[in-house]
């Protein structure tokens, strides 16, 4: 009689070869989700800047960047500026200036978007977050903080939890 098959010891062999390999490679497939997590919060941070820097001379041009709250047209669509720079407003800025969906991080985290956000009206900052890291506890977004009359905006990107 000849039966073919696999022993016991060289299934147990198989799995542990398996194992160790999958063990090996997941920091790897971790590290990837993150790198791909900042290279989208660099890339809105980028589309974000070229925003900023194509409305801001034609807000000085207009007179608009020594007030503290202004409205422009681009393009048929109103942005809310803050001294001649988009301010920190999704609904009245950002969504109208950069052709994507976002939703409230915080108010409608069930909405599908391609970028969540959280702002702080009294600090004069939102935060955008990636669909995956929708809770800004996650310590995984780009801040951007609206100018002030006496500093230009910023972006601050925050990676630690990506």
Not at 115 to 141: G, L, V
Request: proline content about 5%.
């Amino acid at each position: 009689m000849n039966i073919k098959g696999f022993t016991l010891i060289e299934l147990v062999v198989v799995i542990v070869v398996l194992a160790i390999l999958a063990v090996t490679a997941m920091p790897r497939f971790t590290s990837f989700q993150s790198d791909a997590r900042v290279s989208a919060l660099q890339g809105l941070q980028g589309g974000m800047q070229s925003a900023a820097d194509m409305i801001h001379p034609i807000a000085i041009q207009r007179g608009l960047d020594t007030i503290s709250q202004a409205t422009i047209t681009i393009e048929g669509e109103t942005v809310l500026l803050a001294w001649g720079y988009p301010a920190a407003d999704s609904a009245n800025t950002w969504s109208r200036l950069i052709v994507s969906t976002f939703s409230d991080a915080i108010f409608d985290p069930d909405v599908p978007a391609e970028w969540y956000f959280h702002n702080n009206s009294a600090n004069n900052w939102i935060r955008f977050m990636t669909r995956s890291m929708i809770d800004p506890n996650n310590n995984c977004f780009l801040r951007y903080t609206e100018a002030t009359s006496s500093a230009p905006p910023s972006f601050e990107l925050i990676q630690t939890g990506c």
